[in-house]
Every structure is written in C-alpha cells, then in structure tokens.
C-alpha cells in the first residue's frame, strides 16, 4: 500500500446515556451539522418508543439496542470478477461495518416512511426491528437469502 491507512477518530459518548453507540447514531442521522436536532430527534423518539411500549420492562435505549441487532446483517454478498463472469460472493462482515450498515438501514427505512416527524418515523421503525419487521429487518432478511443463494460461490472469497 502506496498510503497508511488513516488513524480510527475518537468519538466521544452522548450526553445524556453515556454511550459511544448512541453519538454514531446521530451521527449518521445527522444533516448538515445539525447535530443538535439531531439528538432532540433520536431522544424524542426514544420518548416516544416508551409510549408506544409502556408494558416492556426494558429501557427505551435497551429497546434500540435490541432492535439494531435484530436488523444487524451478519454476511453479505460481494461482486468478484473472475475469467469473465462476475460472480456474488457471500463474506463475513467486520463487526464495525455491520454496526454501521444496520444503523443507516434504520435510519434509511425511517426516512421511507410516511408522513409526521422524524421522531415518530424513527420510533415506529425501532419498534418494528424489535418485534423482527419493518423495513429494516426485511433489508437484513434479503442480505440473508443472497448470500444463502450464492453459497457455491463461497470458495471464490478474497
């Protein structure tokens, strides 16, 4: 490699949880630098997913969690060319891309929904991954059944 490769930045925990996880998240929620309306729409729509819940006896930020593993994809299909044919080759996934796929699966599929705030948007698909449906959980399910599919292909790993 001509270039090192460039050191892994810092990033500091949200102010309200303490945790890491949380400030990648309004991370990639995040437009413009906003970043400030960026934690007042993922607190809200924790509040709002504790109202949605009231009889779960887990913490909205446990909530979230559960729902980002529950969309976590755990292998994904690559294109490989090979003597002419291109070939989609089913790989593991390192477990800081598989953090970061899931997080911009739930955030993208929030998006997709219809109407209200963001805030609601974002809580009803986190309630969704929850309960294993939504967007999200489909998105992970098709990654699944790819890479499922093209298992022939497994030894033409890189």
Known sequence: MRKAKPKKRIVLPDPIFNEV????????LMYDGKKSIAFDIFYDSL???KSKLP????????I?????????????????????ATFQVPTEIRP??????????????????GGRSM?????????????????AFKRKEDMHKMAEA?????????
């Open 47 to 49: 509040e709002v997913v």
């Open 150 to 158: 093209n298992r022939a292909f497994a030894h033409f790993r890189f």
């Open 21 to 28: 996880m949380v400030t990648k998240f309004v991370n990639h």
């Open 119 to 135: 805030a609601d948007k974002l809580a009803a698909e986190i309630v969704d991954a929850y309960n294993n449906q939504g967007g």
């Open 96 to 113: 800081d891309r598989k953090e970061s796929i899931s997080m911009k699966n739930l955030i993208t599929y929030s998006r997709k929904r």
């Open 55 to 62: 009889n779960e006896e887990k913490q909205p930020l446990d």
């Open 64 to 84: 979230w969690k559960k729902a980002l593993e529950n969309i976590t994809p755990q292998v994904e299909v690559k294109s490989r060319r090979i003597g002419g």
